[in-house]
């Protein structure tokens, strides 16, 4: 019992040492200009691109928050303001200028979702929230 209590003590101290997302497959709050993010965000865009009605593209106006979490592999959690472009869709990949008039841009905001595993080429939107 008293060896019980020890490693009780031990761990819950240890907890708050590093905070929850620092062990390993915590969430945690990641760089804008991460190298990954900006991978599974582009390929966010392009697919939720591909998934609008819309005969205009869409591109991201602004990250608003940017996390991740190792779950064999890496998943980002990524809220951005979005904004329609000038660009018809026919290139959904195509990179374009936000509308500079609020009006034509009509931003709205987006989480996406995103599991990637690099090692087997392997990236899907697990869920997008718009």
């Known amino acids: 019992l008293f060896l019980f ?56 106006a602004e990250v608003i928050s940017a996390q991740s979490q190792v779950v064999a592999g890496i998943k980002y959690i990524i809220k951005v303001k979005m904004a329609k472009t000038p660009c018809r869709k026919t290139s959904v990949d195509e ?9 034509k841009a009509r931003p709205y905001q987006c989480t996406f979702t995103v599991w990637n595993r690099p090692w087997l080429h392997d990236i899907r939107v697990l869920k997008e929230t718009c």
């Open 5 to 60: 209590f020890c490693f009780d003590l031990f761990f819950s101290h240890l907890l708050f040492a590093v905070g929850w997302s620092g062990l390993p497959g915590g969430i945690q709050d990641i760089d804008v200009n991460d190298e990954g993010l900006q991978n599974a965000l582009n390929f966010a865009v392009v697919q939720h691109n591909r998934g609008t009605n819309d005969v205009y593209l869409s591109q991201v």
């Open 95 to 103: 990179v374009c200028a936000i509308h500079t008039d609020p009006e």
